[in-house]
T-cell receptor, first 116, second 116 residues
Framework: AQSVAQPEDQVNVAEGNPLTVKCTYS??????LFWYVQYPNRGLQFLLK??????LVKGSYGFEAEFNKSQTSFHLKKPSALVSDSALYFC??????????????FGKGTKLSVKP | NAGVTQTPKFRVLKTGQSMTLLCAQD?????MYWYRQDPGMGLRLIHY???????AKGEVPDGYNVSRLKKQNFLLGLESAAPSQTSVYFC???????????????FGPGTRLTVL
């Protein structure tokens, strides 16, 4: 079965410190991976995606993600966290089963809290 | 561009009542989706559409119906609401995938539904 796991319900970081939000996946074939962010009472916003090519993907708001095929991981990173980065982060993988038309399978989300 | 809009933003229903949630997008996207978001469960796909006049079931379709009579609109219906359908509902849209891989989904602001 295809799935996405976000092993941490919450990540706490001090402002200015680097942050990592973890994601592992299980999918048949080539993985297409996404990160989204959700601010309170808002819809999800696209941050970045991995399709192919460089394992380090750069996205919006200074975020980047590292694709690691051997560890089946796609961790989200930022060198220096801001209080305004506090939000709910979702990892997603494109489904590869027949007829799915490329639907996304989402992880359960990780709440990032950045303290001043 | 307004992007993806959803109507209404909030709604309270009694068990057994019916309602329709409206999603509209002005990006000329082919694909549209309905998700529900519940605490600790991430986003789960209810139904989706790959074009005008076509719909398909997602992960949790029971108790819901959809219609896509116009390319820009995707309606989600609850014929007989149940407390288990209390959730936040998100609509999303995306363009047809290209050789560069799947395109990201754009999300609406959500509809918070409570069924008493």
């Amino acid at each position: 079965a295809q799935s996405v796991a976000q092993p941490e319900d919450q990540v706490n970081v001090a402002e200015g410190n680097p942050l990592t939000v973890k994601c592992t996946y299980s999918v048949s074939g080539n993985p297409y991976l996404f990160w989204y962010v959700q601010y309170p009472n808002r819809g999800l916003q696209f941050l970045l995606k991995y399709i192919t090519g460089d394992n380090l993907v750069k996205g919006s708001y200074g975020f980047e993600a590292e694709f690691n095929k051997s560890q089946t991981s796609f961790h989200l990173k930022k060198p220096s966290a801001l209080v305004s980065d506090s939000a709910l982060y979702f990892c997603a993988v494109r489904a590869n089963y027949g007829g799915s038309q490329g639907n996304l399978i989402f992880g359960k989300g990780t709440k990032l809290s950045v303290k001043p | 561009n307004a992007g993806v809009t959803q109507t209404p933003k909030f709604r309270v229903l009694k068990t057994g009542q019916s309602m329709t949630l409206l999603c509209a997008q002005d990006m000329n996207h082919e694909y549209m989706y309905w998700y529900r978001q519940d605490p600790g469960m991430g986003l789960r796909l209810i139904h989706y559409s790959v074009g005008e006049g076509t719909t398909a079931k997602g992960e949790v379709p029971d108790g819901y119906n959809v219609s896509r009579l116009k390319k820009q609109n995707f309606l989600l219906g609850l014929e007989s609401a149940a407390p288990s359908q209390t959730s936040v509902y998100f609509c999303a849209s995306s363009s047809f995938r290209t050789q560069g891989g799947p395109r990201e989904q754009f999300f609406g602001p959500g509809t918070r539904l409570t069924v008493l």
